[in-house]
């Protein structure tokens, strides 16, 4: 894959783009992903940043590199910093950071691997860690496992492992849930004797749209729960929420939403 960036009212977006979109393009028939920068630098960063905070990690490059140039407690410290700034990837100086440990990236439909050295994470645009540089640790790989999900023409990466974010409820999919609960109690309720047009009418949707709500209220108590904690499947998304055909018994919709 190789840099690449495009211009869109005045803002410019980088990317990551695989060799033959870039040389033949998708008109000739060319094949491979295209990733925003900043999603593929982040996830490395976050794997990186896992990492450094691994325990065994830490065990090791305390045995190895120059002796006596630091005491255990500045290494640790040190990497722990570093891997606290990582999490900022978005920052210049995470991203000058990730710039001076990655020497490559390998990416697969399964797998992110990197691998990291700490040589020139000295120089001045990464001030505060010329002491990992000094103590000549040795490098090392980090491998975390992974899902390419299409996001259009796009792809965005999901990391698993310890890398993995935290889960993140998506706000479309929980306004789905309680759209779904208000018009049904707005259908039940015998002071207002809505019917389903009314409900279209006042929520300026049609029918259609309304019909395939009302059953999102009997979803299944734990798909309930795991779409409000964020741990729902990653294909789970509104759109495709609110066009299932929801069957009624609650291990059918676990199968077909799962």
């Known amino acids: 894959m190789r840099p690449s960036h495009a211009n869109r009212r005045g803002r410019r977006y980088r990317y990551y783009v695989s060799e033959a979109l870039i040389d033949e393009g998708v008109a000739h028939g060319a094949h491979g992903w295209r990733i925003p920068a900043a999603e593929l630098e982040t996830a490395v960063a976050r794997a990186v940043a896992a990492k450094l905070r691994d325990p065994e990690l830490q065990a090791q490059l305390l045995g190895s590199g120059k002796a006596g140039m630091h005491p255990s407690a500045a290494i640790i410290a040190s990497t722990s910093k570093l891997a606290e700034l990582l999490g900022a990837a978005a920052s210049a100086a995470g991203r000058g950071a ?8 390998e990416l697969s439909e399964t797998e992110l691997r990197a691998e990291v050295s700490f040589a020139e994470i000295g120089e001045t645009d990464c001030n505060g860690f010329a002491d990992l540089a000094a103590s000549e640790l040795p490098a090392f790989s980090v491998a975390a496992p992974l899902q390419l999900q299409r996001r259009g023409a796009e792809m965005r990466i999901v990391l698993g492992g310890a890398a993995a974010p935290a889960p993140t409820p998506d706000p479309l999919l929980v306004r789905t849930l309680v ?12 002071a207002g004797a809505l019917t389903i047009s009314d409900i279209a009418r006042s929520d300026g949707t049609d029918v259609g749209d309304v019909s395939r709500s009302l059953q999102l209220a009997f979803l299944a108590p734990d798909l309930v729960e795991a779409i409000l904690n964020g741990t729902q499947p990653l294909e789970l998304t ?11 018994l609650w291990k059918d919709q676990r199968a077909a939403l799962a």
């Open 98 to 105: 990730l710039r001076r440990l990655i020497t490559r990236v």
């Open 179 to 190: 759209e779904a609960r208000r018009r049904l109690a707005a259908y039940l309720d015998p």
């Open 238 to 248: 509104p759109e495709r929420l609110k066009r299932a055909n929801l069957p009624p």
